[in-house]
């Protein structure tokens, strides 16, 4: 009877260990780092590497470290009033001193990133809507640098390095373009008279 006990307590025991034991470890790879909550109150933050903290205890929400990247299109209008659609690259990392902050703020790197798209798609339209088609035509690398600037400015409180901000593509509309194209080769073939 004695020995029938321990064997169910025994077994008990072995159950419960095989319930939290395999589930308690979190594993962080290297470029993440992890908010550790407590019954849903964050505690800290852990690095890269294999930690154990009993699961229905501790929760680790992961937040990636490297390189981000937004890719967005949008549409726009010149000084002149010109309509286009720009392509938009923004490449950030997140603090990762601020993962805290981030996690109290915005919930996940998903929320933050949505926000970012926002804010960089107003600031970019800003930037286009301040020169007239030509000048954004001619001076491409020049709105390069004011867009990442403007951005960069505009997400300084948003806990990122911004790394990258550029208009990988700019379409005017098919009527601006056939304009373009045809002073070119008016000036091209007044050059050659």
């Given at each position: 009877?004695?020995n029938?006990?321990?064997?169910?307590?025994?077994?008990?025991?072995?159950?419960i260990?095989?319930?939290?034991?395999?589930?308690?470890?979190?594993?962080?790879e290297?470029?993440?780092i992890?908010v550790?909550?407590?019954?849903?109150?964050?505690e800290?933050?852990?690095?890269?590497g294999?930690?154990?903290?009993?699961?229905?205890?501790?929760?680790?929400?992961?937040?990636?470290?490297?390189?981000?990247?937004?890719?967005t299109d949008?549409?726009?209008?010149?000084?002149?009033?010109q309509?286009?659609?720009?392509?938009?690259?923004?490449?950030?990392?997140i603090?990762?001193d601020?993962v805290?902050?981030?996690?109290?703020?915005?919930?996940?790197?998903?929320?933050?990133?949505?926000?970012?798209t926002s804010?960089?798609?107003?600031?970019s339209?800003v930037?286009?809507?301040?020169q007239s088609?030509?000048?954004?035509?001619?001076?491409?690398?020049?709105?390069?640098?004011?867009?990442?600037?403007?951005?960069?400015?505009?997400?300084a409180?948003?806990?990122v390095?911004?790394?990258?901000?550029?208009?990988?593509?700019?379409?005017?509309?098919d009527?601006?373009?056939?304009?373009?194209?045809?002073?070119m080769?008016?000036?091209q073939?007044?050059?050659?008279?």
């Amino acid at each position: 009877m004695k020995n029938t006990i321990l064997g169910i307590i025994g077994g008990i025991a072995l159950f419960i260990a095989l319930l939290i034991v395999p589930f308690s470890f979190h594993k962080i790879e290297t470029g993440e780092i992890a908010v550790v909550k407590k019954f849903g109150k964050a505690e800290g933050t852990k690095e890269a590497g294999l930690h154990f903290d009993v699961w229905f205890v501790k929760k680790y929400e992961k937040y990636d470290l490297k390189t981000q990247e937004i890719t967005t299109d949008i549409a726009a209008y010149s000084l002149d009033a010109q309509t286009m659609t720009a392509s938009l690259t923004i490449q950030y990392k997140i603090k990762p001193d601020m993962v805290m902050a981030i996690n109290e703020e915005y919930g996940s790197l998903e929320t933050l990133q949505g926000r970012l798209t926002s804010v960089a798609v107003e600031k970019s339209k800003v930037v286009l809507a301040s020169q007239s088609a030509m000048k954004i035509i001619e001076n491409r690398n020049m709105l390069s640098s004011q867009l990442e600037e403007a951005i960069t400015k505009a997400m300084a409180n948003y806990n990122v390095d911004i790394e990258l901000a550029i208009i990988t593509n700019i379409d005017f509309s098919d009527a601006f373009e056939k304009v373009v194209e045809d002073k070119m080769i008016a000036e091209q073939v007044a050059a050659y008279n």
